[in-house]
């Protein structure tokens, strides 16, 4: 072989490491949103998937050492990456059918946990081990073609290893900047996927089988994606840069879904405001807040608007209510626009992070509403330390009030004291209301003055909340700080940790 084709083989060589990186990473990123709407996007889940696409590599690292010594044609390798992309391209259309074989044929677990732990790893090994094993063959592969075109090993071991790691690191930026929010998950899976293809098959050339192959194949560009799910009453669904989003109707309730559907981020009453759920609680909040005529309420995490459209509907005509509504999703802030009674006079949208948010406004409210979950079952951890409520009690009024949705499957739940823990050492008062007997459900408040809760019902003239108003008066608890839990800070806040453990002993105290 001349001196050019070498030159130019040994160009090919480190493009192709390139972009087997950029693939390898950017279906590891797209696999998390792949799988989102059926296991949602825990730790459980992407434990999961960062282990698969290890073991994977792990595998691929092997066996491509191992068979480069023993075959040293590039087109060896050239064919089990065109495998590993057929398989690739399937993929977006086989998840769904295989999570339901998964969840209906061999999930037998009652546990929500267990199922999404279990559930997605079955699911990622089943979908990733063998395409991503095939790809990790390529570094090492290359390593061997390298060798035997100069033999400074080293060099240009380091070179692949560099190379692929910078396309890596595109395949972690452009799915989620770009693609995923332009095209979705499975269109993003399918054009990395047909980019190192195309790449693949040059190298094969001379075979026109392999062109005729990619030309049958581009057409998936342009289809048009299924449905992400099958659900009943499903009204509108899409993908965020955060999630995947669904609009549900069923009987004279709209819920709005986000990933795996273990709970609801809003839910609208087509023949009532009230819902019957947590969110009616919220509506405490102004006669709370000192009941005065003045109102400004600041609620962390809008999602579709409930909060809003309830306290705007029982206090506007009465009140001078400006809410500040924030929201990091701006697809949730468009869907609710177009499938819930977002748009109320009293209502100002911000499409920021909640503690952005907070970080930059001047200004005060009399109470603020925290009712943020990263994936339904999850408080974003931030959320809930020393130092985010620090800032919350620096933008209440001096009589304002806080108050806080938890889900906890009691009241000595690890994470529902940890929460209040951390509340206490912030605000002087602390309250907590059980929503429901057997529900998931507390509303937490917190105030630097003590909160009247038997004048509430000489407060109300408000047929409707007076049920919640009972409830509420009859439940109430002050708390107090218990030291046989920690409290949350920046630097160290387990959320994640402690809300699994929190339900996996709730699933083996039921199994006993």
């Keep these: 072989m001349s001196d050019k084709n070498l030159k130019l083989k040994k160009i090919y060589l480190l493009v192709l490491a390139f972009f087997s990186g950029l693939t390898i990473m950017a279906v590891e990123i797209s696999a998390s949103r792949l799988i989102a709407p059926y296991f949602g996007t825990s730790t459980f889940v992407w434990t999961n998937i960062i282990g698969v696409i290890m073991l994977a590599l792990a595998i691929g690292y092997y066996l491509g ?9 590039l087109s060896f390798l050239l064919n089990f990456i065109i495998i590993a992309c057929v398989i690739l391209l399937i993929i977006p259309f086989v998840v769904k059918p295989l999570v339901q ?52 090993v080293g060099k240009d071991a380091g070179l692949v290893f560099s190379i692929s790691t910078i396309g890596s690191l595109l395949g972690t930026f452009l799915p989620v900047l ?20 195309f790449i693949t098959l040059t190298g094969l050339l001379k075979n026109k089988w ?9 057409p998936l560009l342009f289809i048009n994606m299924p449905k992400i799910k099958n659900v009943d009453g499903a009204v509108y669904e899409t993908e965020s840069a955060y999630q995947y989003i669904l609009v549900q109707d069923n009987e004279n309730f709209r819920y709005l879904v986000t990933n795996e559907g273990l709970g609801v981020s809003s839910i609208f009453n087509k023949d009532q405001v009230l819902t019957g759920y947590y969110y009616d609680y919220y509506n405490l909040a102004p006669y709370l807040a000192g009941n005065s005529k003045r109102q400004d309420v600041l609620i962390l995490g809008l999602a579709g608007g409930i909060i809003s459209t309830q ?20 697809k949730i802030i468009e869907t609710a626009q177009k499938y819930f009674n977002l748009d109320n006079p009293s209502l100002t949208v911000h499409n920021l992070d909640a503690r952005n948010f907070l970080n930059y406004t001047d200004k005060k409210y009399n109470s603020i509403i925290i009712d943020a979950y990263s994936t339904q079952l999850y408080i974003p951890f931030y959320l809930t330390t020393k130092e985010f409520f620090a800032n919350v009690k620096s933008g209440l009024k001096s009589d304002g009030v806080v ?3 938890v889900n906890a499957t009691s009241e000595n739940a690890a994470l529902l004291k940890s929460i209040i823990n951390t509340m206490l050492l912030v605000f002087d008062n602390v309250y907590l209301v059980p929503e429901k007997a057997g529900d998931w459900n507390y509303m937490v408040l917190a105030s630097e003055k003590e909160l009247d809760f038997a004048k509430l019902k000489n407060m109300n003239n408000i047929d409707e909340l007076d049920l919640i108003i009972d409830n509420t008066i009859n439940q109430y ?8 839990f920690d409290y949350l800070t920046d630097d160290k806040a387990p959320i994640e940790h402690l809300t699994e453990w929190m339900v996996l002993e709730y699933m083996f105290d039921n199994l006993n």
């Design 477 to 484: 608890k002050k708390v107090n700080y218990d030291n046989n």
């Design 403 to 405: 108050a806080m949705n």
């Design 311 to 330: 306290l705007d509907h029982f206090f506007a005509k009465d009140y001078d209510l400006q809410i500040d509504g924030v929201e990091i999703d701006k």
């Design 178 to 197: 770009i693609f995923i929010p332009l095209v979705g998950t499975r269109k993003t899976i399918i054009i990395f996927t047909l980019i190192l293809l």
């Design 65 to 73: 050492g191992k068979l480069a010594d023993k075959f040293t044609r």
């Design 101 to 152: 074989i998964v969840v209906e044929g061999v999930i037998t677990f009652e546990s929500s946990a267990i199922l999404i732990f279990a559930g997605s790893l079955l699911t990622v090994s089943f979908l990733f081990m063998v395409p991503i094993a095939f790809l990790g063959m390529v570094s090492p592969f290359i390593i061997k073609q390298l060798s035997l075109i100069d033999p400074q």
């Design 210 to 218: 392999y062109l005729i192959l990619f030309v049958l194949i581009l």
